[in-house]
């Protein structure tokens, strides 16, 4: 009789999972705890205004706890009307009367979604909740004597608010070969031609446990051939040497929006110039040991693109603008490594219209009904805009300003319903291949717009919501998802968006009169301006480099 090898295969399981902690809350379960379970929150006994409020640039302290003990849990629900809040908002951690943090980092970078934009997080270390509501944090965070957490809102345009709760247990002694938590935010913008990105620098003892990377892309095409390489204790040669970015996030040939425990990409926009990319790795089953320093860096290598959308380089030198967050346990307080950069520079200067509340400059066709409707929970400002049309050749006009002329990427938030219709975009009067560069998809790879015939590049956005990510809320409120129309270089003055119904979704439905849905509804246009003007300069330096040594000047 054939021997039973499931028996052995979950013990095998059992101590893998337990050695990352999964165990916790399972078999450890079973057996007395020690310490007393306490929390900090921004609960209101007294009525129901549980969130606390944050002016344009105010730091609040929102957790001072005595130890020793550990931080296990941490629940933060931010909300802003600056769409890039979660850049905004900073986390700040001191352990035990340190002057310096130990966690600096910008909200949405820590829970690994970058470049200010929200997504849906499952990983074991954090979980973000319905696209960027609930933001949850799961790593150990011990401290001897005290531990202190501040959020500082450093928008320099809206306030902010946040609900927010953290479990601690307090402990009668804290175990002396207890190590410290850190999460650092760096980047470097821009980027120095030919070098490496270092994503962490430490000194002292420890190990490595975590890395989020994010993009924003100088040009188009893939963007991560670069490796990873981990210089361990001084060395020059470093002990762990990688095949390619995308293979450090343990995905293999490009990367997909995923989320899983120890690994994920949460945002990955199509390969155009200003594409932006988060992806996440916790190093929770293999950490990277160190016991006097760590150096990490990642090539910042890849296919090189000119504006005509060909390839010049397989692995040249790319201008990307990278921005990641660093975890490490250390046995000691690390001094910060690197600079935290001000709001301003971490984000693009962004032009920002909130539709509900520039409603009467917009202008339309006779057909149509422009709406500002009471509540809707999936919208920034609650009130949702909606033109509510039931014919095809329908229009809208959103005019915009421009200060200063240069390079400009336009997105919509788009909020997708069951009742809205296709438009077809023009930007000052112009189809939107005429007036720059389509970033809209559909059927081709946006890379090679600029390589396609007028008839085969897409120029309509749908409204309809196919997504349908969060069932019951999805079906009661719609969606809001941040939808990429193109780039474009804008003299300053007035500009006009327009839209123009030119059909349907075959599963719109519009539910007063059963036909199909002609609608549209959306909460902000947004027009940033880029930081990277023509890549020109840098191609033809990889061109140089590239060149036999010969053929060289």
């Not at 155009?272 to 320093?293: E, G, M, N, Q, V």
């Not at 090539?299 to 005509?308: A, C, F, H, L, T």
């Not at 036909?515 to 930081?531: C, E, I």
Request: glycine share 8%; hydrophobic share 35%; aromatic share 12%.
């Amino acid at each position: 009789m054939r021997k039973s090898t499931i028996a052995p295969a979950v013990m095998i399981l059992t101590a893998a999972l337990c050695n990352v902690g999964l165990c916790q809350t399972l078999e450890s379960l079973t057996q007395p705890q020690e310490g007393r379970s306490m929390r900090a929150s921004s609960g209101n006994a007294a009525d129901n205004s549980d969130s606390e409020k944050f002016d344009v640039g105010q730091r609040k302290k929102i957790a001072h706890l005595t130890g020793p003990g550990k931080i296990a849990h941490m629940w933060l629900v931010p909300s802003s009307m600056d769409i890039r809040y979660p850049r905004a908002l900073v986390l700040r951690a001191y352990w035990d009367g340190a002057d310096v943090p130990s966690v600096e980092v910008p909200l949405g970078d820590f829970f690994a979604v970058g470049n200010g934009m929200r997504a849906t997080v499952n990983s074991l270390p954090v979980k973000v909740s319905s696209y960027g509501r609930g933001y949850n944090c799961y790593w150990q965070m011990p401290f001897r004597k005290e531990a202190k957490i501040t959020l500082t809102n450093e928008s320099d345009k809206h306030p902010a608010s946040c609900y927010y709760q953290i479990d601690w247990v307090k402990l009668e002694q804290a175990p002396e070969d207890t190590m410290y938590f850190h999460a650092r935010y760096h980047q470097e913008y821009p980027p120095e031609f030919g070098q490496p990105y270092t994503v962490f620098a430490g000194e002292g003892r420890g190990h490595y446990v975590g890395t989020v990377l994010s993009s924003q892309n100088g040009i188009g095409h893939w963007f991560g051939e670069g490796d990873d390489c981990f210089y361990i204790d001084g060395e020059k040669k470093p002990s762990l040497l990688g095949t390619g970015t995308e293979d450090y996030f343990n995905e293999a040939w490009n990367m997909r929006v995923h989320s899983s425990l120890f690994t994920g990409c949460t945002v990955f926009e199509p390969r155009a110039p200003d594409a932006r990319i988060t992806a996440y790795r916790w190093h929770i089953a293999d950490p990277i040991l160190f016991r006097k320093s760590l150096r990490f860096e990642l090539e910042r290598r890849g296919y090189v693109m000119n504006s005509k959308g060909e390839t010049v380089s397989p692995s040249g030198s790319r201008p990307d603008y990278w921005s990641s967050v660093s975890f490490w346990y250390q046995t000691t307080i690390a001094k910060p490594w690197c600079e935290f950069p001000p709001y301003k520079d971490r984000v693009n200067p962004e032009i920002v219209l909130h539709l509900p509340q520039v409603v009467d400059t917009i202008r339309h066709s006779a057909n149509v009904e422009l709406q500002v409707n009471p509540y809707n929970r999936a919208t920034y400002t609650k009130p949702w805009f909606r033109v509510k049309n039931r014919a095809v050749g329908s229009w809208i006009e959103i005019p915009f300003e421009v200060k200063q002329s240069g390079r400009y990427s336009m997105s919509l938030f788009q909020h997708l319903r069951e009742d809205n219709g296709i438009w077809k975009v023009y930007i000052d009067g112009k189809e939107i291949h005429k007036a720059g560069e389509s970033h809209i998809a559909g059927g081709y790879r946006v890379s090679l717009v600029n390589q396609l015939p007028p008839e085969r590049i897409n120029k309509t956005l749908d409204f309809f919501n196919v997504y349908r990510k969060d069932e019951h809320e999805d079906y009661i409120y719609g969606q809001r998802r941040e939808r990429k129309i193109g780039l474009f270089r804008l003299t300053s003055g007035m500009h006009t968006l327009r839209l123009v119904c030119v059909g349907a979704n075959p599963l719109s439905r519009d539910p007063e009169t059963g036909n199909r849905g002609y609608n549209l509804s959306a909460d902000v246009l947004s027009v940033r301006k880029m930081p990277f003007e023509d890549p020109q300069a840098w191609i033809q330096k990889v061109l140089e480099q590239e060149k036999p040594a010969g053929d060289k000047k």
